[in-house]
C-alpha cells in the first residue's frame, strides 16, 4: 500500500479509510491516502499529520484527540491493544532477551509472547517480577503460561515463583518464544455477507496479530501474521497462519517484518 516510510510502526485506519501511522525513524505521524484509486499510497498522497519527540509505536485516535507513545511520556509492557467486539480490551506482550537460567540449567527462549488476558484496571499482570513460561524441558515445566519469577528478583525477600503464581494473572495463550508480537486488531466487519469484496464471516470475531520476528535466534521464527480464534468472546487455542514466508527460513528476502495489523472500515483489506 505504502512504501518510503520510516520505519512504519502502529496504524489506525479512519473512517475514510485513510491510515495515520507512526514513523518512527523521524518521530512523526503521517496520513496516508489513495486518492486515485489504484490500491497505494504514493508519495504524492502523504501528509505529516503530527511531529513529537521519541514517538515509538502506539497510535489511536478518541475524542477528537489523536494520541501516540513515546518511552518517555506512554510506556507499557503490552505492545498492542485492541478491543473486541464487546468492547474488552486485550493486549500482546513481548518477553524479555537473553532469558538463560533455570533451576540450575541453561535454557533459552523460555519466554514468549502473549496474548491477554482481558485487561482490567488494579490487576497485576506479572511485569517486571513474572515471566510466562512457553515452553521449558519436561522436568521443570508447568505448562504454557505459567508463571516464575524474574531470575534478578529471586534473591530480593519477596518475589518467587510461588509469589508470582499466587500474584500474577496468567496470559490467556503464551506464543512462540522470539516470535516479537507487535499489533493486534479484531475483525469485527462488514464481512462477505453484506459487503461485496470484503472478507469472510467466518473471520469475525478474530484476532490478527503481527509477529515482527526474531533478531538472534537460529533459525528465524516470527515474521508472519496469524488468526487467534476466539468463540463467544473467548480464545479457543487454535491459532492459523495469515500471512507468512513460504521459503525455508521465516523470514523474508525483501526484510519484510509486520509491526501492526488493522483493517479497512469496508472489510476489504488487511493493511
Partial sequence: FAQGLQKP??????????????ERDSSRVSVLWDGDGDGASSESERAVLAEATGLNHGIAVAFGSLYASSDTVVYRNEVGLAFDANGTLWGVE????NLY??????????MG???????????????????????LPEEASRGPGAQFAWPSFMGDGVHSDE????????????????????GISFFQ???ADLASGA???DLLGDAFVGFHGSWNRSPPTGYKVVRVHFSGGAVTGAVSDVLWHAGESAAWDNGMRPVDVQFSRLGTRMY
Avoid: I, T
Fill in 163 to 182: 509469589w508470582c503464581r499466587a500474584n500474577a494473572v496468567p496470559p490467556v495463550l503464551a506464543m512462540q518464544a522470539h516470535s516479537a508480537p507487535l
Fill in 113 to 135: 509472547g502473549v496474548l491477554g488476558p482481558k485487561l482490567q484496571a488494579g490487576a497485576h499482570y506479572g511485569y517486571p517480577y513474572c515471566f510466562s513460561e512457553y515452553l
Fill in 199 to 201: 472478507f469472510d464471516c
Fill in 101 to 110: 537460567s533455570f533451576a540450575g540449567g541453561v535454557v533459552r527462549g523460555v
Fill in 94 to 97: 513481548n518477553g524479555a532477551d
Fill in 189 to 191: 466487519g462488514p464481512c
Fill in 9 to 22: 510502526r502502529g496504524m489506525w485506519v479512519a473512517s475514510n479509510e485513510d491510515v495515520l501511522v507512526v
